[in-house]
């Protein structure tokens, strides 16, 4: 939630391994899964959420649910409330489990962009470091 908005002192501070909401992930997401993921697929067509005007926050995995609620509340219109909580909750469920999913995948990002870093500086620090078996044998030619 806000992720696009919102930035810590980590973030300001190491932007590197910091990811990107705005952006695509960086790392491929079949990567480290021995059986694989299960492809997230929209059930909801962009003419559905049209005619159902639903807004372009609310135009994500959990939409065919949100278009179930608006249809209950067009159906019983005057006593919108108590008739569709049982759908209202299923939305809210799936809206829970997907902030879940996006904050699990920010979470990979950012620990699979802190590993690389780390390897990075490791290999830097291996390049720089010359072996100790050089060292003397400059020595002796000394």
Same mark, same amino acid.
């Given at each position: ?5 919102? @930035?810590?002192? /980590?973030?300001?501070? $190491?932007? /590197? ?12 997401? +079949? #990567? ?11 059930? #909801?067509? @962009? /003419?559905? %959420?049209? *005619?159902? +005007? ?9 939409? $065919? $649910? ?5 249809? &209950? ?14 759908? %209202?909750?299923?939305?809210?469920? &799936? $809206?829970?489990q997907e902030e879940? =999913?996006? =904050? ?5 990002? *950012?620990?699979?962009?802190? *590993?690389? +870093? ?5 290999? *830097?620090?291996?390049? /720089? ?9 400059? +020595?002796?030619?000394?």
């Amino acid at each position: 939630m806000g992720t696009k908005l919102s @930035t810590s002192l /980590e973030d300001w501070l $190491h932007p /590197e391994v910091s990811p990107r909401a705005d952006r695509p992930t960086t790392f491929d997401p +079949q #990567a480290g899964f021995t059986k694989g993921r299960k492809e997230r697929k929209m059930i #909801a067509t @962009t /003419e559905e %959420m049209d *005619r159902w +005007q639903l807004p372009y926050g609310s135009r994500n995995y959990c939409a $065919h $649910h949100l278009i179930d609620v608006k249809k &209950c509340q067009a159906k019983y219109a005057p006593f919108i409330s108590h008739p569709c909580w049982d759908l %209202m909750h299923v939305y809210e469920q &799936c $809206h829970y489990q997907e902030e879940l =999913v996006r =904050v699990k995948e920010y979470e990979r990002e *950012r620990r699979l962009l802190k *590993r690389r +870093q780390r390897k990075l500086a490791a290999a *830097r620090a291996a390049a /720089e470091i010359p072996d100790e078996s050089d060292n003397s044998a400059n +020595q002796k030619t000394e």
